[in-house]
Each structure stands twice: as C-alpha cells, then as structure tokens.
Nanobody, 124 residues
C-alpha cells in the first residue's frame, strides 16, 4: 500500500523557517519522483519542489527558488522541504506526492499519490 505522511507544518512569522517532512512507504524512490505541492484557499494547486527518481535533478517553483530546498534521506524513506524566508503568500496546505517528472516548457512533476497535507501559515 502506498502511503505518504507529511509533518512539520505550523504557524510562523514572515521571515521565519519551517522544515516539512514526508515519510513514504509502499514504493521505491528508484522508480518515482517525489515532491511537494501546495494549495491555498481559492487558489489553484501549484507544484513547489520536486526531486527526480534518480535524485540527480531538482525543480522549484520560481517564487520559492533560493528560499526552499528539497532533500531526501533514502535510508529513512523521507523527503524534506526546508523553507526559509517565509512569506505570507506561502500560506497553504502542503502535500507530499509521488509521481513522475516531465518536461514541457520547463520540467515539472505530476503526482498520482499524495498524503493528507500539512498546514503552513505565515503571519505578516
């Protein structure tokens, strides 16, 4: 059974940091890309960061480049999203997903399984 469980969300002031964790099971990182996407009320879902199945490639939403970092600990079957210099516009529910990496105009990940999400709220 495929499972992804996110943790680490919370309330933080603008300029602060959070680290999200996603522990996964039921599949191998060798076969799938893993990443994070978010959805805020009234807004479309948007991909935030993704790491390819090889671990060799990472992709980021333009608005988080230089502030967010995705990393993996394969021994723990865990993916992290380190979020620094948070802004109120980063407020959303963040989901960890399993999927594949594609190329259109840019590279992106599309997901077929995801977790229950974790709320990130950034106050101004």
């Amino acid at each position: 059974e495929v499972q992804l469980v996110e943790s680490g969300g919370g309330l933080v002031q603008a300029g602060g940091s959070l680290r999200l964790s996603c522990t996964f099971s039921g599949f191998s990182f060798d076969d799938y890309a893993i990443g994070w996407f978010r959805q805020a009320p009234g807004k479309e879902r948007e991909g935030v960061a993704c790491v390819s199945s090889s671990g060799a490639n990472t992709d980021y939403l333009d608005s988080v480049k230089g502030r967010f970092t995705i990393s993996t600990d394969i021994a723990k079957n865990t993916v992290y999203l380190q979020m620094n210099s948070l802004k109120p516009e980063d407020t959303a529910v963040y989901y960890c997903g399993r999927g594949q990496r594609y190329r259109s105009h840019n590279y992106y990940c599309a997901y077929d399984f995801w977790g229950q999400g974790t709320q990130v709220t950034v106050s101004s």
